[in-house]
Every structure is written in C-alpha cells, then in structure tokens.
C-alpha cells in the first residue's frame, strides 16, 4: 500500500512569489492535513480538509489557503511568500471513521520551502 | 487551551543504556496521545498510541508509553537504546472536533545516542 506522498520534495521561491505544495493520501483515507514544521516553531496544525471541505484551520493567515479534489488529494497554496514561510511542509491523512473518534494520522515525508 | 509539554529539548543516552522522554498535556477531556518519531529530513511515523483500556501501551521498535491520568503524563520508555534511534521524538494529542481530529504536538525532544 502507498503511503502519503507529497510533491515537490524540494521547492525555491523568492519572497512575494506563490507557492503551492501537493499531497496524495493513502488510498481509502478522506481526510487530509497539513502542518508546518519551521525551525524553532515546531509542529504547527495547518489545515484539515474532509471530503472536499475545509473543517477547521490553525492560526495562519489567510495567505494560507488549499482544497481538497474528488479524489481526495489536496493541495496547499502559499500566497505573498514571506521569509519566515521557510519550512518544511507536512501533509497527513487519517484513517479514522465519524464513530471512532480519532484519526491515526500518517505523514508523508514533507515538502521543503524555502523562500529567498 | 489544550497543549502538550516536551520537559527535555535534546536527551543523550548512552547505546544499550534504558530512556525515557517526558510528556505532560493540558486537555480538559480524556485524551488521545501519540508519540511520533522524526528521522533527519523525514517525515513523521507514529510509534504508538493511546486511545482508552490499558495505560500501559506497546508500540513499534521496542518502544512502550505508560499513560498517568494523575499526573496528565505520556511518558515514552525503551529498555535498551540503539544508535538507530537517534531522531527527533514528539508527544500530540488529539483535539476532537466533530468527525475528526487534529494533532497538536509538543515541541519534540531531540535524542542523541553515544556509543
């Protein structure tokens, strides 16, 4: 089975520029998220997708944004690139059902930003 | 606010030595907690979980966490360390909203092994 993939692994851009980053969940799994991983900031929650829709978001500005497609892979979209946007994306997807409650969530292996 | 606190920034054990990483959370209901494990310019892979029955969970490479309701604390033990554990450790709990869920994860402990 596929895990989650994410693309591209490595990704350049110059500040004020738009950045957009893929993610592919485990087949079967609706739910996507996304988390920022900057140096000295720690894991940061994103955003989560469900079925298309957006379900809830972490404390970033509105530059911040993503969907979720039909077939579940989502993508996240980096507008008026900052500096400190530099940082290694994470995506996950969930395997968790309305009735269990929680989600066990799987990472794939980040895409790095790095904003010049 | 729901949040979790990793005591330890950066651990060295010895190679064959027992460790264990501390994890405190602050969440009003019973939690869901994670130890999740990151190797240099890796994602994340989950090491174990916590949902509910047994305090004492297992989890992969040897790993095992005790939760402590009383102490609001996830501990994460191992009896022997080996080199290829060296990573980046981090400790989340679930949020529960709805449907779903979001991890909110504590700022990892950074574990270094010496031989």
């Known amino acids: 089975e596929a895990g989650v993939t994410q693309s591209p692994t490595h990704l350049i851009k110059t500040r004020g520029q738009q950045a957009t980053l893929r993610c592919s969940p485990i087949s079967g799994h609706t739910s996507v998220y996304w988390y920022q991983q900057a140096l000295g900031l720690g894991l940061q929650f994103l955003l989560w997708y469900d079925e298309g829709e957006e379900r809830n978001r972490g404390n970033f500005p509105p530059r911040f944004s993503g969907r979720q497609f039909p077939n579940y892979s989502s993508e996240l979209n980096v507008n008026a690139l900052e500096l400190e946007d530099s940082a290694l994306y994470l995506c996950?997807?969930?395997?968790?059902?309305?009735?269990?409650?929680?989600?066990?969530?799987?990472f794939g292996a980040g895409s790095r930003l790095t904003v010049l | 606010a729901q949040s979790v606190t990793q005591p330890d920034i950066h651990i060295t054990v010895s190679e064959g030595a027992s460790l264990e990483l501390r994890c405190n959370y602050s969440y009003g209901a019973t939690p869901y907690l994670f130890w999740y494990v990151q190797s240099p310019g890796q994602g994340l892979q989950l090491l174990l979980k916590?949902?509910?029955?047994?305090?004492l969970v297992q989890g992969i490479k040897g790993f095992e966490a005790e939760f402590k309701r009383s102490q609001s604390s996830f501990n994460l033990r191992k009896p022997s360390v080996h080199w290829s554990d060296a990573a980046e450790y981090f400790c989340?709990?679930?949020?529960?909203?709805?449907?779903?869920?979001?991890?909110?994860f504590g700022k990892g402990t950074t574990l270094s092994v010496s031989s």
């Open positions: 989340a709990v679930a949020l529960i909203r709805g449907a779903g869920t979001a991890l909110i």
């Open positions: 996950a997807s969930g395997d968790g059902t309305p009735s269990s409650g929680a989600n066990v969530l799987t």
């Open positions: 916590y949902f509910s029955g047994d305090t």
